[in-house]
């Protein structure tokens, strides 16, 4: 069964810092690109960062670039997310999701909450 | 990137068909064959339904199509059932090699 577990969230103080991961099995994890996407409680969907199969290749969302750092072991079938100098409005449940065909993110993970508060 | 324009909410009897729309530009939905539509039921992750426009994925029921013109993608679920009422999404690729989704839209199964 395809599967990704993602884990780390949690309260964090604004200006601190958080790293996500996103475990993988049940697929070749070497082969596919990889996405992180948020939703703020009570609010839509928000693409946040992709990394290429082999970590070669990034992007971000405007919002977090210089902030947030996507990275990936393929050795470990671990996805992460570093996340430094948090501010309020990052407080969501953070999704990790395989990135098939050209743009379709299938599957997802269960989400992992991360909350930005003093 | 701005987020793709869907109708807040869209309602429907059982059995009926609604559509919801996406409207983007030419740098996201209109540039590329690239859309793909995302389900979502409370307090659950999102479900891939539709992606390349129109392809579903294996497992996804025929009740559910996509398609586009120029800037604006559309998702029409047919036969509506008390089990398609959840939230919907769509998603483009975009110009700067990025993703962008839409702002979501509310099904309610009268």
């Known amino acids: ?118 | 990137q701005s987020a793709l324009t869907q109708p807040a909410s869209v309602s429907g009897s059982p059995g009926q068909s609604v559509t919801i729309s996406c409207t983007g530009t030419s740098s996201d939905v209109g540039g590329y064959n690239y859309v793909s539509w995302y389900q979502q039921h409370p307090g659950k992750a999102p479900k891939l339904m539709i992606y390349e426009v129109s392809n579903r994925p294996s497992g996804v029921s025929n009740r559910f199509s996509g398609s586009k013109s120029g800037n604006t993608a559309s998702l029409t679920i047919s036969g509506l059932q008390a089990e398609d009422e959840a939230d919907y999404y769509c998603s483009s690729y975009t110009s700067s090699s990025s993703n962008v989704f839409g702002t979501g839209t509310k099904v309610t199964v009268l």
């Open chain 1, 1 to 118: 069964e395809v599967q990704l577990v993602e884990s780390g969230g949690g309260l964090v103080q604004p200006g601190g810092s958080l790293r996500l991961s996103c475990a993988a099995s049940g697929f070749t994890f070497s082969n596919y690109w990889m996405h992180w996407v948020r939703q703020a409680p009570g609010k839509g969907l928000v693409w946040v960062s992709h990394i290429n199969s082999d970590g070669s290749s990034t992007n971000y969302a405007d919002s977090v670039k210089g902030r947030f750092t996507i990275s990936r072991d393929n050795a470990k079938n671990t996805l992460y997310l570093q996340m430094n100098s948090l501010r309020a409005e990052d407080t969501a449940v953070y999704y990790c999701a395989r990135g098939i065909y050209y743009n379709g993110l299938d599957p997802w993970g269960q989400g992992t909450l991360v909350a930005v508060s003093s």
